[in-house]
């Protein structure tokens, strides 16, 4: 049984969007059971509508929701152990819940989950992992805004955390890893990158297969199963293909309804206009996963309706499923356990004295 | 009249590609006349089958031509002097020549570029400038791969030279400019993007209309006409807008072939069909421009064809015709001037000794 904590008043649109979208997730994996956190003024009424999703979850009401447009700082000093926000993060930290799902701001949940959950112990600065539509199924890209620059280390570290989640999505053994690069000959890359290239190259990793750099296009490709960056390249990356995504379905749009002809063709052709917008249905791959803290906290996009927000929940589904936690720790240690010489050691010490 | 040097040994089928693109070229621009430079061997049959390009140009035989997987610094050791790329870039600086486009490798033709040419006196570091189709129309990004990372007071050459640039393409007198950012909350952007705000705010500049930071998704809605970012992630945005948009035309053939009614709709609606794909054609945007040296030198996509060949030259013609480089100095004069008090007063002396 899986049991899955929600932030019910995150979003543009709140509980009017996150509880239809909690109770379809529910009509899909029937194993679940829910802990909600809401303002129940805002709430009631509408979990009222969904008898089969009372049955299955235990309502928690909070005092306060954070909004959309609240900066971090103040979001952590408002909303700190009282908001639907918090709490239902602090669910994975007492074990009431495997995993937390919220619409919420972005900034205000990565520091809340940050100060609730706090960081792995070998992990600096956790990412954002994107789940991105490509033309051989989905990448996982990271980081696409938890951090901006990152330097070797933490790139290796982010490989090993997107490595992770490979396995722990799509079920495969041992993930390709692509570092985000440029290909200009003169300019051979930024030097942190050069050097997580070859740090991992080294580390002899059992738990991802290394492929070398790849640039911008083959994140659509679909080149390797893990593409690294720091947040403020994959930030940029992740809003670009969707800006142009939207853009090109703004052309055919345009062009499909300027003749009659081409209504007409595009009337007949209307599954496979379905089938493409179903391919770049936004809501399909909806949920960034939050990599790198003692818990699996999945975003929402803010904007989206009940079925995006049911997307968000089938990845914490996945991830809380296939240990994903479990899965990053273990990846961890054993990178770390091979870089340092057995505790106690002469090596060891030497090594340990070199780090300070 | 507009005089244009011509590399016609660059790109991935060299002068089998070019010349017919400067041929094109000059079916459009009858006011030009070429300067080409290319192998004897491999250009004169081809010559022969383009009687008007004869008429209008000038054919330097050449010892040797860069390849396209050369280093930029093994291109300069055997291709100074004498290879047809460097010779085509000297025919600018000895005023032979207002322009000069080549689809060699972009590496080598800056190298080239930057050590023959030389860099405007106040712009350390060249950029090269990309144009992006956008929903409104065009709109002009740099740096896409010349320099990684740049400082503050980069970032606000790039937004003069870029203004520039606009003025000259799109004829408009004061070009809105926007710093590529991420809009995350709780990560407000790299420190040097937030400076070159601070700095472009308070330059007072009447040559761009300074619009503020704009993200990822901004550049196919073509927020403002000039985009300016670093060249890894411009680099990376581009690419990943290119391959983008072939996942999604992938899709769409995808689709569109799998029923035969899609197929009937698709003959139907062709005409719509054949507008997306010019609206799609990468040959149409094709000529990157390199910006801050002392002239005008166009970099065509290597695996384009004669059109797209063609197009660049298109580029390079506007550029010429509408003084880029005199518009780009003045520029950068007039911000200079300004920042600086005049020469010789007390207030000069403190300045020049503070920023020492």
Same mark, same amino acid.
């Given at each position: 049984?899986?049991?899955?904590?929600?932030?019910?008043?995150?979003?543009?649109?709140?509980?009017?969007?996150?509880?239809?979208?909690?109770?379809?997730?529910?009509?899909?994996?029937?194993? @679940?059971?829910?802990?909600?956190?809401?303002?129940?003024?805002?709430?009631?009424?509408?979990?009222?509508?969904?008898?089969?999703?009372?049955?299955?979850?235990?309502?928690?009401?909070?005092?306060?929701?954070?909004?959309?447009?609240?900066?971090?700082?103040?979001?952590?000093?408002?909303?700190?152990?009282?908001?639907?926000?918090?709490?239902?993060?602090?669910?994975?930290?007492?074990?009431?819940?495997? @995993?937390?799902?919220?619409?919420?701001?972005?900034?205000?949940?990565?520091?809340?989950?940050?100060?609730?959950?706090?960081?792995?112990?070998?992990?600096?600065?956790?990412?954002?992992?994107?789940?991105?539509?490509?033309?051989?199924?989905?990448?996982?890209?990271?980081? @696409?805004?938890?951090?901006?620059?990152?330097?070797?280390?933490?790139?290796?570290?982010?490989?090993?955390?997107?490595?992770?989640?490979?396995?722990?999505?799509?079920?495969?053994?041992?993930?390709?890893?692509?570092?985000?690069?440029?290909?200009?000959?003169?300019?051979?890359?930024?030097?942190?990158?050069?050097?997580?290239?070859?740090?991992?190259?080294?580390?002899?990793?059992?738990?991802?297969?290394?492929?070398?750099?790849?640039?911008?296009?083959?994140?659509?490709?679909?080149?390797?199963?893990?593409?690294?960056?720091?947040?403020?390249?994959?930030?940029?990356?992740?809003?670009?293909?969707?800006?142009?995504?939207?853009?090109?379905?703004?052309?055919?749009?345009?062009?499909?309804?300027?003749?009659?002809?081409?209504?007409?063709?595009? @009337?007949?052709?209307?599954?496979?206009?379905?089938?493409?917008?179903?391919?770049?249905?936004?809501?399909?791959?909806?949920?960034?996963?939050?990599?790198?803290?003692?818990?699996?906290?999945?975003?929402?996009?803010?904007?989206?309706?009940?079925?995006?927000?049911?997307?968000?929940?089938?990845?914490?589904?996945?991830?809380?499923?296939?240990?994903?936690?479990?899965?990053?720790?273990?990846?961890?240690?054993?990178?770390?356990?091979?870089?340092?010489?057995?505790?106690?050691?002469?090596?060891?010490?030497?090594?340990?004295?070199?780090?300070?």
């Amino acid at each position: 049984m899986i049991r899955i904590s929600i932030d019910l008043m995150g979003g543009d649109f709140g509980p009017e969007v996150v509880i239809p979208g909690v109770a379809k997730a529910l009509d899909r994996h029937p194993d @679940v059971t829910f802990v909600l956190f809401g303002v129940k003024a805002d709430c009631q009424a509408l979990l009222d509508q969904y008898p089969k999703l009372k049955a299955k979850s235990v309502f928690h009401e909070c005092e306060l929701a954070v909004s959309m447009d609240e900066k971090p700082s103040q979001a952590l000093r408002r909303g700190r152990y009282i908001s639907t926000m918090w709490r239902s993060i602090e669910a994975v930290k007492a074990g009431e819940a495997d @995993v937390v799902v919220s619409a919420g701001n972005t900034g205000a949940l990565m520091a809340m989950a940050k100060f609730c959950l706090r960081t792995m112990a070998s992990i600096e600065r956790p990412a954002i992992a994107a789940i991105w539509p490509t033309l051989k199924g989905e990448s996982i890209v990271l980081d @696409v805004g938890a951090t901006i620059g990152a330097d070797s280390q933490q790139l290796l570290d982010f490989a090993l955390m997107g490595g992770a989640m490979a396995r722990a999505l799509f079920e495969i053994d041992r993930p390709t890893v692509g570092l985000l690069n440029v290909g200009v000959e003169e300019i051979k890359g930024q030097e942190e990158v050069r050097e997580a290239g070859r740090m991992i190259r080294e580390a002899n990793l059992d738990t991802i297969d290394y492929f070398g750099f790849v640039e911008g296009n083959d994140l659509g490709k679909g080149t390797v199963d893990v593409v690294v960056t720091e947040g403020y390249t994959g930030n940029i990356a992740l809003k670009t293909a969707e800006g142009t995504a939207r853009q090109i379905a703004e052309y055919l749009r345009a062009a499909m309804s300027r003749t009659w002809l081409a209504k007409l063709g595009y @009337v007949l052709a209307k599954s496979a206009f379905d089938l493409l917008r179903e391919k770049l249905d936004p809501r399909k791959v909806n949920g960034g996963v939050f990599l790198g803290l003692n818990g699996i906290v999945i975003k929402s996009h803010g904007g989206t309706d009940a079925e995006g927000f049911a997307a968000a929940i089938d990845v914490g589904y996945d991830m809380a499923r296939n240990g994903l936690t479990q899965k990053i720790e273990n990846d961890l240690k054993k990178y770390h356990a091979k870089r340092l010489p057995p505790a106690g050691t002469e090596a060891d010490i030497s090594a340990r004295v070199e780090e300070i």
